[in-house]
């Protein structure tokens, strides 16, 4: 069976990857919510190994790791634990510079650190190769595409093109879809946009963007997707804008956009969920 590491505990892509005989690593800070998830997860079937600790732990990223080696491997490091520096979220000129730090060791350092670990165990995965071809637009290769996946209505961003200078280092040559595992990070529309209080988190997201997008360049047999989910209904949004009740979706809609990029064998890039997302499924934002 495939095996992924899920950080930050995603009940609703571990769900779906469960469902399909994944068996899985997942991890969270609280061991109390972990353990409920993990037990949501079994429900789905496969095995499930649930490690409550924190990212920026070295030893517990070695822990992950050596509990996908038992599992058989690894397939699949999602890495979807974050912060956001501040709570609720603040301009730059009150920003707390501890918890600008706090945000680049938890979705930066230590997602790169999580990645240097898994390479052997992703670089000896053979499940890339069982995939069909992706179907959609592949936002990094080739030409910018004018719209998005099958026809939909939502408008692409410009700088998920391969028109866009910042991603004129990829090549539009077929390298960039790989037959060993994949990494997923959850990046955020913050990284790319200016908007006012999220600097901070913006800031490490854009890091996150360009680390995957270099991850990509230099480990060519591996999938590598940068995602912008969208708004989501989600505790970290909570925290960053409290008063806020405009009904956002919840976390689980944008999981059949994930599960697009996975069944496909989508290229390496950068993608919103909106574009990735099956026909007819809506978007995530």
Excluded: F
């Excluded at 501040?86 to 301009?91: G, Q």
């Excluded at 000896?124 to 910018?144: C, D, F, H, Q, V």
């Amino acid at each position: 069976m495939p095996v992924a590491i899920i950080t930050g505990a995603s009940k609703g892509l571990g769900r779906a990857l469960a469902a399909r005989g994944w068996d899985l690593v997942v991890d969270a800070r609280s061991a109390g919510p972990l353990q409920e998830a993990a037990r949501e997860l079994r429900g789905s079937g496969g095995r499930v190994v649930a490690l409550a600790g924190d990212v920026t732990d070295g030893g517990h990223r070695a822990a992950l790791v050596a509990a996908a080696a038992e599992l058989g491997g690894l397939d699949l490091l999602v890495n979807n634990a974050s912060a956001l520096g501040a709570e609720p979220l603040v301009r730059l000129a009150e920003h707390p510079l501890d918890g600008l730090r706090r945000a680049l060791e938890v979705n930066v350092v230590a997602p790169l650190g999580l990645i240097q670990l898994a390479l052997p165990l992703l670089r000896n995965s053979t499940y890339g190769s069982y995939l069909s071809s992706y179907e959609g637009e592949a936002p990094y290769i080739g030409e910018a595409p004018s719209g998005p996946p099958d026809g939909g209505s939502e408008t692409y961003e410009a700088h998920t093109t391969s028109g866009n200078s910042h991603n004129s280092y990829l090549s539009d040559s077929t390298p960039y879809a790989g037959v060993g595992g994949a990494v997923l990070c959850l990046s955020s529309d913050a990284a790319v946009e200016a908007y006012p209080t999220w600097g901070g988190y913006g800031a490490s997201k854009a890091a996150l963007d360009q680390l995957s997008a270099v991850l990509a360049v230099e480990e060519p047999a591996l999938r590598v997707w940068w995602v912008d989910p969208g708004d989501m209904r989600t505790e970290l949004y909570a925290a960053a804008v409290p008063d806020d009740d405009s009904g956002r979706p919840l976390p689980g809609t944008v999981v059949p956009a994930l599960l697009r990029l996975l069944d496909g064998a989508a290229p390496s890039g950068r993608y919103p969920a909106a574009a990735a997302a099956p026909a007819g499924t809506g978007s995530a934002r």
